[in-house]
């Protein structure tokens, strides 16, 4: 099992960027998919973006390709999610987890999240 700890989040302007990290637990983090997701208040948690166990193959939601950049560090057991051009309705909570890249959903359980807050 991997326990998850996300860190990063905080209040920016928008246009500004964000560069969260995941730090992960456990010696088999290199074997999973890894992927970010976010819940917005009165929300449903959504996908954000996912990278291979190798770091060679990424897939990201509509509303954030292009902005959004996500990639892992197997040795350092972390995978980051650099964000840019934040807009408000980027404001949540930010969650990773182990995913399953085929069908982008999560399989493991999720950390405490990190609050990214978006000004207008």
């Known amino acids: 099992q991997v326990q998850l700890v996300e860190s990063g989040g905080g209040l920016v302007q928008a246009g500004g960027s964000l560069r969260l990290s995941c730090a992960a637990s456990g010696r088999t983090f290199s074997s999973y998919g890894m992927g970010w997701f976010r819940q917005a208040p009165g929300k449903e948690r959504e996908f954000v973006g996912a990278?291979?166990?190798?770091?060679?193959?990424?897939y990201y939601a509509g509303s954030v390709k292009g902005r959004f950049t996500i990639s892992r560090e197997n040795a350092k057991n972390t995978v980051y999610l650099q964000m840019n051009s934040l807009k408000p309705e980027d404001t949540a909570v930010y969650y990773c987890?182990?995913?399953?890249?085929?069908?982008?959903?999560?399989?493991?359980?999720w950390g405490q999240g990190t609050q990214v807050t978006v000004s207008s």
């Open positions: 990278v291979s166990w190798s770091g060679g193959i990424t």
């Open positions: 987890a182990a995913t399953d890249i085929a069908t982008r959903r999560p399989v493991s359980s």
